[in-house]
């Protein structure tokens, strides 16, 4: 239904004449998939694994603890015992099927012990036995897109979790100071977010030294930067009250993090796919350490001091994305721009937001902007197919 | 195949399912050397978002000597001396409660006093306003002096609401392990069984 829809479209655009048409149109005839009876047959595996789940919950009191927790094992060694098969028959999809599996089943391990044994202890302890026990393997043996985003998620969320030993480890190694008890969170928040994109960004760069991982690796660097953007602009964006003049510390770490984030792009060898990553690096840093300084500021200046050094932020994002051809990023680095101005405009009018000439101006600029987006979007040209990152 | 890689992968893959069985082999050790300790249990906030999975207690011990605290709000690490005559009935609340003394920085391999007939290593919370002093077991404290109870679905509701009615009537075995290490072997509603 939708190759035919875009041949027609291609075809009445003069881009393929009608015997390529015929040619793409036998070829998906003859690999087209019945994706109704894998909808049928979809619903009816998960109808039963469903039902299986509400028979076991539904007796899940009457299940002795040592069955409970031998059903556990004998389900991770089976799949242990299958990842390691497909491993060596080279089966690329039931390999990465199985490394997820693995991967919830060791999870779902941890839980049932701490269940059956009653044993407390904060959210991130279980979740780093989970990441150290499962890492390895994953790392050796799990090489697609999905797997690397599920193990970055969770990363991120146990990094997340663990903010209160972080607090502490941060504040007895003098990174942040507290003030009667209370810590400065304004420093120590901007630094929770800055450093986990740091760190995804050495992950990433070690994995492309593997020629079997490079996609992952690739993927987890977007992933790094896309943290590291995040973490500039809410430190540009977030006003926070509270002052103190120990900012030199978090400065110092966050610098030393963004160090080693630069030194690991040259565990690549390619140089031209360097500077891009490196000149955003250093913008991120640049934006993060602003944001920093200018916590406690107060009046109209700061607001519009950080107005400007977020549309500067990501007008060089946006520079960025159109020397490597990243129209995707262009537009988002443009869309952004436009959301602050639009933002600017309406904390500039104030009370007329609720006028009718306040609701026209506001109309007027976003079709502006979107005119000069759509125009600067169409000027920007396409990366070359295998450019990297 | 080259045997190197091959053994890694091995390895890696191994990790996982020895430490999850070491996990229980140590729990398993941890109960069976223990001794018994039967603590009731207080209810604290039933409104805890996850009611249901667990039901939200704290210990609810009979101070022979609370934890004293320098500041307000601080914790004070250390143990509890579980003392010799501490199975006598508190006419008052008509229950048994272990009755205890705080011990202030106590490490594994200190002494603890003659009286004691067990000790038990963990956190204490002093006496607030509304608050009564406070220790839990350093494996089971699930933060300022709480414990979660894992109980069923369908059961929760009804613990909750015996927590409340009848003070003391659900209580936990506790073993407890020569070095002052704790885990909750049992849960029990006026004496019986509930759940391991």
């Known amino acids: 239904m939708i190759p035919e829809h875009f041949m027609r479209r291609w075809q009445a655009a003069g881009l393929i004449d009608s015997a390529t048409t015929e040619r793409i149109a036998a070829w998906e005839a003859s690999h087209r998939r019945p994706v109704w009876l894998w909808a049928v047959a979809g619903m009816g595996a998960l109808a039963i694994g469903l039902g299986v789940m509400a ?17 556990d094992l004998a389900l991770n060694v089976l799949c242990a015992a299958a990842l390691f098969v497909f491993w060596q028959r080279k089966r690329a999809w039931a390999r990465e099927f199985s490394a997820l599996l693995l991967f919830g089943l060791v999870l779902s391990g941890i839980s049932l012990i701490g269940q059956v044994y009653q044993l407390q202890s904060p959210l991130w302890r279980p979740l780093l036995l989970w990441l150290a026990l ?15 985003a599920i193990w970055a998620v969770a990363v991120v969320t146990t990094w997340f979790t663990a903010e209160a030993p972080l607090r502490h480890l941060f504040e007895a190694a003098g990174v942040v100071s507290s003030r009667d008890g209370h810590l400065d969170t304004d420093y120590f928040l901007r630094l929770l977010i800055y450093l986990p994109a740091c760190g995804m960004i050495v992950v990433a760069m070690a994995r492309r030294l593997s020629p079997h991982a490079r996609e992952q690796g ?25 002052r103190d003049d120990g900012w030199l510390r978090p400065a110092a770490v966050a610098a030393g993090a963004t160090l080693v984030a630069a030194a690991s792009l040259w565990l690549e060898r390619d140089v031209t796919a360097r500077w891009p990553v490196l000149t955003l690096i250093g913008a991120s840093f640049a934006a993060w350490l602003a944001g920093l300084l200018a916590v406690g500021a107060s009046g109209w200046t700061n607001e519009a ?67 000069a987006g759509w125009r600067l979007t169409r000027g920007v040209s396409r990366r070359p197919a295998k450019a990297a990152p | 195949m080259k045997l190197a890689p091959a053994l890694a992968v091995i390895a890696a893959l191994a990790l996982p399912i020895v430490a999850l069985a070491a996990l229980i082999g140590q729990q398993e050790h941890l109960l069976s050397g223990a001794t018994m300790l039967n603590v009731p249990v207080s209810g604290v906030d039933p409104r805890d978002p996850l009611r249901g999975r667990y039901i939200v207690a704290q210990f609810d011990w009979d101070w022979s000597g609370e934890p004293v605290a320098p500041t307000r709000f601080a914790v004070v690490s250390g143990a509890v001396c579980v003392l010799a005559d501490d199975q006598v009935r508190d006419q008052a609340r008509d229950q048994i409660r272990p009755r205890v003394r705080f011990l202030a920085g106590w490490k594994a391999g200190d002494g603890s006093g003659d009286d004691c007939r067990l000790i038990i290593k963990g956190r204490g919370w002093p006496k607030e306003s509304g608050l009564p002093a406070r220790f839990a077991p350093e494996s089971l404290d699930a933060g300022g002096g709480l414990v979660h109870l894992f109980v069923s679905e369908e059961r929760a509701p009804e613990l909750e609401r015996l927590l409340r009615a009848r003070p003391g009537s659900l209580t936990v075995d506790l073993a407890v392990r020569p070095d002052g290490l704790a885990a909750i072997k049992a849960l029990r509603v006026d004496g019986q069984l509930l759940a391991r």
Do not use: H
């Open chain 1, 218 to 242: 690739v993927f987890l660097l977007r992933l790094g930067l896309v943290g590291l953007m995040v973490a500039a602009s809410l430190s540009v964006m977030v006003d926070d009250q509270l």
């Open chain 1, 305 to 371: 001091g950080r107005a400007l050094l977020f549309i500067v932020y990501w007008a060089v994002v946006g520079g960025l994305a159109a020397r490597i051809g990243q129209r995707t990023w262009f537009g988002v680095a443009f869309t952004m721009v436009g959301l602050r101005l639009l933002i600017l405009y309406f904390e500039a009018i104030g009370g007329l937001t609720a006028t009718g000439f306040g609701l026209i101006g506001g109309g007027v600029l976003c079709l502006a902007l979107a005119t």
């Open chain 1, 55 to 71: 028979v076991i919950g539904a007796n899940w009191e009457d299940i002795p603890a040592w069955a409970k927790l031998a059903v």
């Open chain 1, 134 to 148: 499962c890492t390895p393997f994953l790392a050796l043996l799990a090489r697609s897109q999905l797997v690397g």
